[in-house]
């Protein structure tokens, strides 16, 4: 399968804005998400992005895709203590999900 | 999650026993797939299947199988469990490979 790479850790400060970054190597993929999961939980569709855009804003989300250099990422503004969860990037390749390992993502208050 | 369900949600059970998880949708998709995830492996693909009895493998096939005899319903089977096998269990689901759903889990542990 092909890799998709994240960060495993990341704090921030409550009210400070996040980046989660992402990098990923099918370059064919057609769209390229972010799952969100809670603690004990399954995963919750975030956003994604068509591989023709660059950007993508919803809310305080926004999703930044870089295909020259393979890199996609996740700004959430204004981090909130509800925000704490693990990030999962991933990507489609001949009709299957492959996922980053994840990026946890802690509130500092 | 609405149309899809996984049971069960938690199971113990001892090294070589065989053990069957199973998902279930209302939802009539196409797609389904059995990931496990594992702490700094994110989601790793087992099997998926594409239709009544057409089944692949995925990335973590070994010592897997799966079958598919209706749409609804994706059951996967350790043939004798092992430690290596302990993990939470997602099952999701997808019509149009560019929307899936995820099941809640079945968290799995091989004793």
């Known amino acids: 399968g092909e890799d998709v790479e994240q960060s495993l850790f990341l704090s921030v400060r409550e009210g400070d804005s996040s980046v989660i970054n992402c990098t990923y190597t099918?370059?064919?993929?057609?769209?390229l998400y972010w799952y969100k999961q809670e603690p004990g939980a399954g995963l919750q569709l975030l956003t994604y992005i068509f591989s023709n855009m660059d950007m993508k804003q919803d809310q305080r989300l926004t999703v930044l895709l870089n295909k020259k250099d393979k890199h996609l990422s996740l700004r959430i503004a204004d981090t909130q203590t509800g925000d704490s969860a693990i990030y999962f990037c991933?990507?489609?390749?001949?009709?299957?999900?492959?996922f980053g390992t994840g990026t946890r993502l802690t509130i500092i208050p | 999650d609405a149309g899809i369900t996984q049971s069960p949600r938690h199971k113990v059970t001892e090294t070589g026993t065989p053990v069957t998880l199973r998902c279930h949708q209302t939802e009539n998709h196409r797609y389904m797939y059995w990931y496990r995830q594992d702490p700094g492996h994110g989601l790793r693909l087992i099997h998926y299947?594409?239709?009544?009895?057409?089944?692949d493998k995925g990335e973590v096939s070994d010592g897997y199988s799966v079958s598919r005899s209706k749409t609804e319903d994706f059951l996967l089977t350790l043939e004798s469990a092992t430690s290596s096998q302990t993990s939470v269990y997602f099952c999701?689901?997808?019509?149009?490979?560019?929307?899936?759903?995820f099941g809640s889990g079945t968290r799995l542990t091989v004793v």
């Open positions: 999701a689901i997808s019509e149009s490979t560019d929307r899936y759903t």
């Open positions: 099918d370059s064919s993929s057609t769209y």
């Open positions: 991933a990507e489609t390749e001949n009709e299957k999900l492959t």
């Open positions: 299947s594409y239709g009544v009895k057409d089944t």
